[in-house]
């Protein structure tokens, strides 16, 4: 039945956000690392950039779910906005490469939950469409 099919859908959305999560770990490590090589300040430079979308994905993935919005969707919406995500997770990861390592963890717990309510309430646009995340299909 219904019930069945919608566990499924859920699960395999699970899935898909899991996975596509721990890739882009898996690429921002290996980039980073690879610029390392070349130049410490590029890697830290791009190591912000990387982790500004990263943290903005997972405090947007939140409110992606409660509106029950499919993953291809979410992720198309995600790249036309680049710039508003980048925004939203650029002071979150600032704090991250600022503080010493341990301090760091300290200041992620205490800034996620502010960052996800913040989340929760923003209501980024499509410009091309003027549509916003809440209104798509």
């Known amino acids: 039945g219904w019930v069945k099919q919608t566990a499924l859908q859920a699960t395999s959305g699970t899935i898909y956000w899991a996975l596509i999560g721990v890739i882009y770990s898996v690429l921002i490590a290996l980039f980073v690392v690879f610029l390392w090589l070349f130049s410490q300040e590029l ?12 943290y903005s994905f997972y405090c947007f993935d939140y409110k992606i779910s409660a509106i029950g919005l499919r993953s291809t969707k979410s992720i198309s919406f995600f790249e036309s906005n680049w710039s508003f995500y980048f925004g939203f997770g650029f002071p979150f990861a600032a704090a991250m490469v600022i503080f010493p390592s341990i301090l760091s963890s300290g200041v992620y717990a205490l800034l996620f939950p502010i960052f996800v309510c913040m989340s929760a309430e923003a209501e980024p646009l499509i410009y091309e469409k003027n549509e916003k995340l809440s209104e798509m299909d």
């Open 43 to 54: 890697s830290t430079l791009a190591t912000l950039i990387l982790t500004s979308w990263l």
